[in-house]
């Protein structure tokens, strides 16, 4: 009978393993898409595309400019996995080319490197809610933070829109409302 109680214990144990490891190696969002947008004041636009290569890892590559002789644009590896059902994590490192509109001794923009952290999580069926922090260092002695807060409504599972508030410390705070293409 302890024979039985015990195979009948060990047999719920791996069940509840099997079902929970399925379940973690399935991210909430994907993490292979092209997001176009715009941003106002200051006005600009911007773009980031994202590849996933494996399992929790992706490429990804951004690009903005106010079109005053600036630019921002950075590209690196990130990692994202799920926590729950409906909230992922993921981050990223970069290495970034910052132009600022005033800057006249850089031609090719300053160099610099970022880390960002986030969340992504359903609060409803088709509602999205994301944070961002992290921080990008140019030297020893200038790092700027990056905070970002938004949502996204996803129309279909190919579309959705965004509006992103960020202080990013690289420009003014401002608004960024964009387009999402999940391929």
């Known amino acids: 009978m302890k024979n039985l109680k015990k195979s009948c214990a060990i047999k719920t144990i791996v069940t509840a393993l099997t079902l929970t490891s399925s379940a973690a190696m399935a ?11 715009f941003t106002g004041n ?3 636009l911007g773009a980031t595309g994202r590849l996933a290569f494996m399992d929790g890892a992706h490429f990804i590559v951004n690009g903005s400019s106010q079109f005053e002789g600036d630019w921002i644009v950075s590209g690196g590896a990130g990692f ?4 729950n059902g409906f909230v992922d994590i993921h981050g990223d490192a970069r290495v970034y080319s910052v132009k600022f509109p005033e800057d006249d001794k850089h031609d ?8 960002n952290v986030g969340a992504k999580a359903w609060v409803l069926p088709q509602i999205e809610a994301n944070i961002l922090v992290g921080q990008i260092a140019f030297d020893s002695d200038d790092t700027r933070s990056v905070v970002e807060l938004g949502g996204r409504f996803h ?7 965004g509006a992103t508030y960020r202080a990013n410390g690289l420009y003014k705070e401002q608004f960024y409302f964009d387009v999402l293409f999940n391929f």
């Not at 994202?80 to 926590?83: D, G, I, T, Y």
């Not at 129309?155 to 829109?161: G, H, Y």
């Open 27 to 37: 991210t909430n969002f994907s993490y292979t898409n092209l997001e176009v947008g």
């Open 80 to 83: 994202h996995a799920p926590v």
């Open 108 to 115: 090719w923009g300053e160099l610099a490197y970022g880390v």
């Open 155 to 161: 129309s279909t599972d190919i579309l959705s829109v």
């Open 42 to 44: 200051p006005s600009g």
